[in-house]
């Protein structure tokens, strides 16, 4: 039965329940990927000879975030019923598939997530996209920044999505080079910080292939390449935010996790020594790290966003179809109507101090190993970021507030941990009177993991900016994903 752009149909009874009816299935038709005549498989065998069977091919959820391709093949009375619900199918799947993509520019990085992206591409994905009738141009990378040049100058009016296989480096290649690329087309100059960013018109697709891959993680809430393949295929669209961040007036990098001065800065300079054991380079550094329990001083200085919508510690979650994040649209368009984008007239708030860490983060940041994340009440869509500063505190401490990531208790519930909800933050680095100073604040492990420097680095996304001094402004819905965000309920 097709009703409400919803195809139903109750399996015939079962011969081991006798005189019981099977389920009732229900698929709506935005999550049909294809219909055919035929067997499924058998249909190109059988292709010259008219079928009485017609199959379709559905998303199906094996668990809360897990989708797989389910073929369901029905029976009909003649070939002409069989070649008339096809027909239906399919026409009821183009007229609501205005957002599914037809043709598509890949990026595999075949040594993404030690060398399975090309593997997991033509096994998988290439199969389903096939199916769907999508067109592909794939380009295997060469190089490190191949897949931002490429988009950065080739014409791209063909496609409608970029995808990469691969992990959060490649993602970041194709945001850059997106982000860049409009702002090129649109004559917007990104070093100016008050600029306002044109949004990116093309929509990306991760397929997670990486060692880390935790932008997928936190829009689709799982790392599994069939499910973000069916996302991208019937056009799930998730709108993001991008922070920018400048030092001294140019523009370093775009990112949409974490940016973290103190610990997280050091944990990522320390492990680029440790390369040659791969990614347990970052369990190891992070464990010397928390036993050097380093602190920085320096003044955070910040833009609050209006608690009126939501807060840090609402204890809700930004789920698929976000109030929030949908009506900051309304809102923050009146506000540009408005000409409030001069952030330096607004009110800064300031709180100079000792930091283990300054971590700006522009949405959860969840990740396999933390399931709630950096700030689990964050918004991908909001307008916002979350602030959070983690003041000198032991390494006991610390740990305390570490370990909060990874179970139910709330970390921001530690009285040397603030968390703001904020538009914009710069960080101005406090020079220390002398090394002799810096390395008598720390304590024994300190001397053995080495004196604590004057200032850290920047961790952005997994890149390290080689600077303290840092500002950071958030821009609204600068990316669409091919995603829908995580299914389930906003209350935590
Ligand atoms: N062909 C290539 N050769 C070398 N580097 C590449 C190539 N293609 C992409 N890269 C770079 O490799 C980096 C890591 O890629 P990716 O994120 O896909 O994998 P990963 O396994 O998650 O890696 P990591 O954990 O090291 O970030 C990216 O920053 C990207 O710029």
Redesign the pocket.
């Given at each position: 039965m097709l009703q409400d752009n919803c195809l139903s149909w109750t399996f015939k009874k079962n011969q081991c329940c006798w005189g019981k009816e099977g389920p009732t299935i229900s698929v709506p038709v935005n999550e049909i990927v294809s219909v055919c005549q035929g067997e499924g498989e058998k249909q190109s065998k059988t292709a010259d000879a008219p079928s009485n069977l017609f199959t379709v091919y559905h998303i199906s959820r094996k668990s809360a975030q897990r989708w797989t391709l389910e073929a369901t093949t029905f029976t009909t009375q003649s070939c002409q019923e069989a070649h008339n619900w096809t027909q239906v199918l399919q026409d009821r799947i183009q007229s609501i598939g205005a957002e599914r993509p037809r043709k598509l520019l890949i990026f595999i990085?075949?040594?993404?997530?030690r060398g399975k992206?090309t593997r997991i591409y033509s096994t998988k994905i290439c199969p389903l996209f096939q199916l769907a009738g999508i067109e592909r141009d794939v380009i295997e990378?060469?190089?490190?920044?191949?897949a931002r040049d490429y988009i950065m100058e080739m014409d791209l009016k063909e496609y409608d999505g970029v995808v990469c296989v691969?992990?959060?480096?490649?993602f970041?290649?194709l945001l850059h080079g997106l982000v860049k690329r409009t702002q090129k087309d649109s004559g917007v100059c990104e070093n100016k910080e008050e600029a306002t960013l044109t949004p990116c018109k093309l929509r990306i697709g991760i397929i997670p292939a990486?060692?880390?891959d935790c932008v997928c993680f936190a829009t689709v809430g799982i790392n599994d390449p069939v499910t973000s393949a069916l996302h991208i295929i019937i056009g799930d669209t998730q709108p993001m935010d991008v922070c920018a961040s400048y030092h001294k007036g140019h523009l370093m990098r775009y990112s949409v996790s974490l940016i973290g001065y103190g610990f997280f800065g050091d944990v990522l300079q320390e492990s680029e020594t440790m390369r040659c054991i791969g990614?347990f380079r970052y369990d190891l550094s992070g464990f010397k790290m928390v036993l050097s329990n380093r602190t920085y001083n320096g003044t955070v200085e910040f833009l609050e966003a209006d608690d009126s919508h939501s807060h840090p510690r609402d204890n809700t979650r930004c789920r698929s179809g976000c109030l929030i994040c949908s009506e900051s649209s309304e809102r923050l368009k009146e506000d540009k109507d408005t000409d409030s984008q001069d952030y330096e007239s607004e009110t800064w708030q300031k709180i100079s101090g000792s930091f283990v860490a300054v971590n700006v983060t522009g949405m959860s940041s969840a990740c396999p190993k933390s399931q709630d994340g950096l700030s689990p009440t964050a918004h991908l869509a909001d307008g916002t970021a979350d602030l959070i500063l983690v003041q000198d505190c032991n390494m006991f401490q610390f740990l305390r507030h570490l370990k909060r990531h990874t179970n139910k208790k709330d970390q921001f519930a530690l009285p040397y941990v603030k968390v703001h909800r904020i538009r914009a933050m710069r960080f101005i680095p406090e020079k220390l009177e002398d090394e002799e100073a810096a390395r008598r604040r720390k304590g024994l492990f300190s001397s053995l993991c080495g004196a604590t420097p004057e200032t850290s680095s920047w961790n952005c996304d997994?890149e390290i900016l080689d600077c303290a001094e840092l500002s950071v402004r958030v821009h609204h819905q600068l990316v669409q994903l091919f995603a829908r965000g995580i299914e389930g309920t906003s209350c935590s």
């Amino acid at each position: 039965m097709l009703q409400d752009n919803c195809l139903s149909w109750t399996f015939k009874k079962n011969q081991c329940c006798w005189g019981k009816e099977g389920p009732t299935i229900s698929v709506p038709v935005n999550e049909i990927v294809s219909v055919c005549q035929g067997e499924g498989e058998k249909q190109s065998k059988t292709a010259d000879a008219p079928s009485n069977l017609f199959t379709v091919y559905h998303i199906s959820r094996k668990s809360a975030q897990r989708w797989t391709l389910e073929a369901t093949t029905f029976t009909t009375q003649s070939c002409q019923e069989a070649h008339n619900w096809t027909q239906v199918l399919q026409d009821r799947i183009q007229s609501i598939g205005a957002e599914r993509p037809r043709k598509l520019l890949i990026f595999i990085n075949p040594y993404g997530g030690r060398g399975k992206a090309t593997r997991i591409y033509s096994t998988k994905i290439c199969p389903l996209f096939q199916l769907a009738g999508i067109e592909r141009d794939v380009i295997e990378t060469t190089r490190a920044n191949h897949a931002r040049d490429y988009i950065m100058e080739m014409d791209l009016k063909e496609y409608d999505g970029v995808v990469c296989v691969g992990g959060d480096g490649m993602f970041s290649e194709l945001l850059h080079g997106l982000v860049k690329r409009t702002q090129k087309d649109s004559g917007v100059c990104e070093n100016k910080e008050e600029a306002t960013l044109t949004p990116c018109k093309l929509r990306i697709g991760i397929i997670p292939a990486g060692s880390t891959d935790c932008v997928c993680f936190a829009t689709v809430g799982i790392n599994d390449p069939v499910t973000s393949a069916l996302h991208i295929i019937i056009g799930d669209t998730q709108p993001m935010d991008v922070c920018a961040s400048y030092h001294k007036g140019h523009l370093m990098r775009y990112s949409v996790s974490l940016i973290g001065y103190g610990f997280f800065g050091d944990v990522l300079q320390e492990s680029e020594t440790m390369r040659c054991i791969g990614p347990f380079r970052y369990d190891l550094s992070g464990f010397k790290m928390v036993l050097s329990n380093r602190t920085y001083n320096g003044t955070v200085e910040f833009l609050e966003a209006d608690d009126s919508h939501s807060h840090p510690r609402d204890n809700t979650r930004c789920r698929s179809g976000c109030l929030i994040c949908s009506e900051s649209s309304e809102r923050l368009k009146e506000d540009k109507d408005t000409d409030s984008q001069d952030y330096e007239s607004e009110t800064w708030q300031k709180i100079s101090g000792s930091f283990v860490a300054v971590n700006v983060t522009g949405m959860s940041s969840a990740c396999p190993k933390s399931q709630d994340g950096l700030s689990p009440t964050a918004h991908l869509a909001d307008g916002t970021a979350d602030l959070i500063l983690v003041q000198d505190c032991n390494m006991f401490q610390f740990l305390r507030h570490l370990k909060r990531h990874t179970n139910k208790k709330d970390q921001f519930a530690l009285p040397y941990v603030k968390v703001h909800r904020i538009r914009a933050m710069r960080f101005i680095p406090e020079k220390l009177e002398d090394e002799e100073a810096a390395r008598r604040r720390k304590g024994l492990f300190s001397s053995l993991c080495g004196a604590t420097p004057e200032t850290s680095s920047w961790n952005c996304d997994g890149e390290i900016l080689d600077c303290a001094e840092l500002s950071v402004r958030v821009h609204h819905q600068l990316v669409q994903l091919f995603a829908r965000g995580i299914e389930g309920t906003s209350c935590s």
